[in-house]
């Protein structure tokens, strides 16, 4: 463990493009970020693990630990059809997981690249932040990085590392203008017939 406890950090990621910004400005920030990557609402698994190995790459990259817990839920997504429901559940399931890991492996501080996404429900995902951090006795680090957002695409772009087209659960992908690519591309994967990024 590093010598400043007052810095180490461990944050929520969902995929590697999100998490290049938002680790860049904690180490510049002398931070010590610890990535945990539990996201049951990426889905199918096929593409739970291809943001998983893109992630690994950043984290190798950067000589950060990243920690794995477990894998796609998406018979439990497929289920709920109320889409507002959906996302709650989504953000709390997640943040709740990532609350609960800082607890138990001695974290005081954690947070989540979901913040630096304009695309995701920032107020939802603050107060959220801040109830499961007085709950479990953690500080949240309420970050706004999403004015990094372009730039961390674009660092994502220059690491060759895998830019997904939609948000993650099944509901998400029926949604995205790309999903016949994608399902083509889920195939090709599952068959083995192209490497992973
Ligand atoms: S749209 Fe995104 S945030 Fe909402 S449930 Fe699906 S994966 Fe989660």
Redesign the pocket.
């Known amino acids: 463990m590093p010598s400043d406890p007052d810095k180490i950090i461990l944050v929520h990621t969902c995929c590697g493009p999100c998490a290049e910004y938002p680790t860049r400005e904690l180490l510049t920030a002398q931070y010590q970020p610890t990535l945990l990557y539990y996201n049951p ?1 990426i889905q199918p698994q096929i593409e739970w693990r291809r943001r998983c190995d893109s992630l690994r790459k950043l984290a190798d990259l950067l000589e950060l630990e990243l920690i794995v817990v477990g894998s796609a839920e998406t018979e439990k ?1 497929e289920l709920m059809r109320d889409k507002a429901e ?2 709650r559940y ?1 953000y709390n399931t997640r943040l709740r997981k990532a609350a609960r890991y800082a607890r138990d492996h001695g974290f005081t501080i954690f947070t989540t690249t979901l913040l630096v996404s304009p695309y995701q429900d920032r107020e939802q995902i603050l107060a959220l932040g801040h109830k499961l951090a007085s709950q479990y006795k953690l500080d949240f680090f309420a970050a706004d990085w999403r004015p990094g957002f372009r730039a961390g695409q674009q660092m994502a772009k220059d690491h060759a590392l895998y830019r997904q087209r939609y ?3 099944v ?2 992908l029926s949604e995205s203008k790309f999903k016949d690519k994608i399902l083509t591309e889920h195939l090709a994967l599952e068959n083995d017939t192209v490497p992973f990024d």
Do not use: A, F, K
């Open positions: 609402n997504w959906r996302c989504c948000c993650g659960c509901h998400s």
